[in-house]
């Protein structure tokens, strides 16, 4: 099976794809197939969004004629405590798609005094050919740091500080990150289950 992942965020690729070839799992990009297309997602939940990625990039591949992959499609956010779980579902377009995230994570540490806990969560949906899914969730507790620490990862990774290591998921290498964050354990929570399902259909 080929495994198509769902995704323009070159952030978002560079930490899954590893994962999946060490599982031995082939994972293309529409790039590779010379595509460009980005769903919507105006749903009110990580996993309502997911889906619609995931069915809306199925439905562009199919008629296409490719008619035989899989689509990965990962949906994900940060959870602040203090501003009620903002910006969550809309984190991509805090402060506008195009701004840039220096400028959205300084906006936020701005917003903020003594409560800091947050979290990252990340919702996968598998879409096989035969329209079954599989779902899965990771999520990282955390907490806001009072200012920008590290050029790693992406988004809100400045900003968003891990108590047991100390640092800030900046600051982390991609291994280690992937390791603890959300996207890295729903990952490996999800190709646990692609794996179990093709050996169950052998
Ligand atoms: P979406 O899943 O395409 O709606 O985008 C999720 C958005 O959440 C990203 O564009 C980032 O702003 C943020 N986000 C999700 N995961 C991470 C992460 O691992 N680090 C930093 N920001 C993230």
Redesign the pocket.
Known sequence: MIYLLA???P??AK?IAPLFEEAGLRLISLADLGLSFEAR?DGET?LA??MQ?AWETAAFLRERGHLQVAVLA?????AIDALDGA?G??????MG?DTP?PI?CNAILDMLQEQRTAR???NLVCLFPDDTSLTAVGT?DGSIAYEIHGEG?????PI?FYPPLGKT??QLTKDE?NAV???GKAIKKMIGLIINADTCTQ
């Open positions: 995704t323009n965020n952030g978002k930490e997602e990580f969004n997911a990625k990962d949906d994900s956010g940060l910006p579902v809309h984190s991509a377009l805090f798609r995230y959205r990252f969560v990340c990282i990862g992406f988004g809100y990774d968003f998921l900046a990150k964050s959300h996207r």
